[in-house]
């Protein structure tokens, strides 16, 4: 992954055109992979793994909204 020294005005547009959705699609299946060799051989099934996946998905997003909410300040 690309790193950026410094952060310049534009430098968000160039950092998101350089990663794109397939950046995010990459780390998702990773995820999912690594996912499914950690899950003990009974889980090991599709219907397992989406489950325990949503929990964990679920789980973060409850996470960013609640860190969001406590970091923002007055700004919010």
């Given at each position: 992954?690309?790193?950026?020294?410094?952060?310049?005005?534009?430098?968000?547009?160039?950092?998101?055109?350089?990663?794109?959705?397939?950046?995010?699609?990459?780390?998702i299946?990773q995820?999912?992979?690594?996912?499914?060799?950690?899950?003990?051989?009974?889980?090991?099934?599709?219907?397992?793994?989406?489950?325990?996946?949503?929990?964990?998905?679920d789980?973060?997003?409850?996470?960013?909204?609640?860190?969001?909410?406590?970091?923002?300040?007055?700004?919010?």
């Amino acid at each position: 992954m690309a790193a950026f020294a410094s952060f310049e005005e534009g430098d968000e547009d160039r950092m998101r055109d350089m990663m794109g959705p397939g950046q995010a699609d990459t780390c998702i299946r990773q995820a999912l992979q690594m996912l499914w060799m950690s899950l003990p051989r009974s889980k090991k099934n599709p219907d397992d793994v989406e489950c325990e996946f949503r929990r964990l998905v679920d789980r973060a997003l409850r996470d960013m909204r609640e860190d969001f909410d406590a970091f923002r300040g007055d700004a919010g």
